[in-house]
C-alpha cells in the first residue's frame, strides 16, 4: 500500500506533490505464455513475408514478383525448347543456371530486401522490446538470417525445380529422369551455397543502420565492385601469362 492510498483509507488528503496511481481499465492477459520457441518461430514467419513484401502494400512486392520472374523466366523457355525440340535437349544447366542474369537478380534482390528485415527494426527502435521477452542475444540475428536465407533460397531453388520438371516431362523414359536427377542435384547444392552466402552478407551491411536508403546503397556498392572485382580476376587468370 502506497503512502497515498493509506492517506486515503484513513480519510486524509494526499500531500501536495504527491503521485496517485489510477487504475485505467486495461484488460490483463490472462492466457498462456508460448516462450522463446514461439517468439522465434513468429519472428522467423514474420521476417520470412517481409522479404516478399507480404503484408505491405503493393510497392514492397514489386522487387520481389519482378525477380522471381525473371528467375523462372529461363526455366519456362527451357521447358518450351525441350518440348518443340526433336532430341528434346536441355538448353539450360542446372549448376550455372544462365549466371549473368541469376547474378544481377540476386544482387537486386538481396540489396532490396535485406533492409526490410533489420533495417526497419533499427530505425524504429524495436530491439529493446524484442530483448524484453524471453529472447537470448543470438536468436534475433538467427531468425532473421534463417529466413532470409529461405527467401534467397526459394528464388533460386523453385526456378532449378521448373526446369527439372519441365524437363523430365518432355524426355520421359526412367533414365533420362535419372539422368536429370543426377545433375539437378549438384545445381540444387550452388543454389543452396548462394543463398546461404548472399543472406549472410545482405543482413551484416544492412545491419550498419538504421536508414534503409542508405542500406540498399551499401550493400549495392559492395555486390557490384566484388563483382566486377571477380570477373577481372577471372579474366587476368584466362587471358594473363599462366592463361590460355
Known amino acids: 500500500m502506497t503512502a497515498d492510498n493509506g492517506a486515503a483509507a484513513a480519510g486524509l488528503a494526499p500531500a501536495a506533490g504527491a503521485g496517485v496511481i489510477h487504475d485505467l481499465g486495461y484488460q490483463h492477459y490472462d492466457g498462456p505464455r508460448l516462450g522463446r520457441a514461439a517468439i522465434i518461430r513468429a519472428l522467423y514467419w514474420h521476417s520470412l513475408r517481409s522479404a516478399f513484401g507480404i503484408g505491405r502494400g503493393a ?8 525477380a522471381f520472374g525473371l528467375m523462372c523466366l529461363p526455366a519456362i523457355a527451357n521447358a ?41 527494426d533499427l530505425r524504429s527502435h524495436v530491439l529493446p522490446l524484442y530483448y524484453s521477452r524471453p529472447l537470448r542475444r543470438l536468436d534475433y540475428p538467427l531468425a532473421k538470417y534463417a529466413a532470409f536465407t529461405a527467401a534467397c533460397l526459394l528464388l533460386v531453388e523453385i526456378p532449378l525445380i521448373i526446369l527439372y520438371l519441365g ?17 539437378l542435384i549438384p545445381g540444387l547444392g550452388v543454389a543452396a551455397l548462394w543463398a546461404v552466402l548472399l543472406a549472410a552478407i545482405g543482413l551484416l551491411l544492412a545491419s550498419f543502420t538504421g536508414r534503409r536508403a542508405y ?3 551499401m550493400i549495392a556498392i559492395y555486390f557490384f565492385l566484388t563483382w566486377i572485382l571477380a570477373n577481372l580476376l577471372v579474366s587476368i587468370a584466362q587471358h594473363g601469362p599462366g592463361g590460355r
Do not use: C, N
Not at 510497392?59 to 519482378?66: D, F, M, N, R
Not at 523430365?168 to 543426377?182: E, F, L, N, P, R
Open 167 to 183: 524437363t523430365i516431362v518432355s524426355v520421359g523414359g526412367g533414365s533420362a529422369v535419372w539422368d536429370q536427377t543426377k545433375a
Open 80 to 120: 518450351v525448347a525441350v518440348a518443340t525440340s526433336p532430341d528434346h535437349a536441355r538448353i539450360v544447366d542446372y549448376d550455372t543456371y544462365t549466371y549473368p542474369l541469376r547474378t544481377l537478380v540476386m544482387l537486386i534482390f538481396v540489396a532490396a530486401q535485406a533492409p526490410e528485415l533489420v533495417s526497419r
Open 59 to 66: 510497392k514492397a512486392k514489386i522487387v520481389p514478383i519482378l
Open 215 to 217: 542500406a540498399t546503397g
